[in-house]
């Protein structure tokens, strides 16, 4: 199975500030990472498909990149409304995985 | 595009139960569905795909206690759940092919 570790569990930081969470997996898994936003009691919400495509109504501040094992999502300018909690999906192969999660407080 | 979770619970650990995911929106028997779980304030944890021809897949954890299944005529995934494990407690997702659109969740507690 594919191991994904998520970086930092914890997150503070400010309005307008630009903030980095990263995800390393255990094998290469040929950019199929997506990116999720969990708030208190919601389902997930997808922003980032397939490392680097924004979901369609997701503000553009959020981004996506890395390739092979290393994959990076980016808060531009960071927004009251984007505090929350943050996970990283593979879906290059069954079992898929999950990071464990980042959450990001307001400073 | 709409997912509905129903049929959560309090189970005694060793029972069984059902889950439902009625969808709506979509063409539901053109494309695989997924389960995903969350124990109480803990991460995500994929459990099961259904492909558009039935195939199946299952994560370690639940393989030969969980069987998903999908009823098109009816546009309804399922998840049956039997031998549950206090470690089973979580909210169940059902999710779309690609997760992107997932259901409001249902609660499961096992416990005696």
């Known amino acids: 199975d594919i191991q994904m570790t998520q970086s930092p569990s914890f997150l503070s930081a400010s309005v307008g500030d630009r903030v980095t969470i990263n995800c390393k997996a255990s094998?290469?898994?040929?950019?199929?990472l997506n990116w999720y936003q969990q708030k208190l009691g919601e389902a997930p919400k997808r922003l980032i498909y397939?490392?680097?495509n924004l979901q369609t109504g997701i503000p553009s501040r959020f981004s996506g990149s890395g390739s092979g094992t290393d994959y990076t999502l980016t808060i531009s300018s960071l927004q009251p409304e984007d505090f929350a909690t943050y996970f990283c999906?593979?879906?290059?192969?069954?079992?898929?995985?999950f990071g464990s999660g980042t959450k990001l407080e307001i400073k | 595009v709409q997912l509905v979770e129903s049929g959560g619970g309090l189970v005694q650990p060793g029972k069984s139960l059902k889950l439902s995911c009625s969808a709506s929106?979509?063409?539901?028997?053109?494309?695989?569905m997924h389960w995903i779980r969350q124990a109480p304030g803990k991460g995500l944890d994929w459990v099961a795909y259904?492909?558009?021809?039935?195939?199946?897949v299952y994560a370690d954890a639940v393989k030969g206690r969980f069987t998903i299944s999908r009823d098109n005529a009816k546009n309804t995934l399922y998840l049956q759940l039997n031998s549950l494990k206090s470690e089973d407690t979580a909210i169940y997702y059902c999710?779309?092919?690609?997760?992107?659109?997932w259901g409001q969740g249902v609660m499961v507690t096992v416990s005696s």
């Open positions: 999906l593979q879906h290059n192969s069954f079992p898929f995985t």
């Open positions: 929106g979509f063409t539901f028997s053109s494309y695989g």
């Open positions: 094998q290469n898994i040929n950019k199929y």
């Open positions: 999710a779309s092919e690609a997760t992107d659109y």
């Open positions: 397939n490392t680097n």
């Open positions: 259904i492909s558009s021809s039935s195939g199946t």
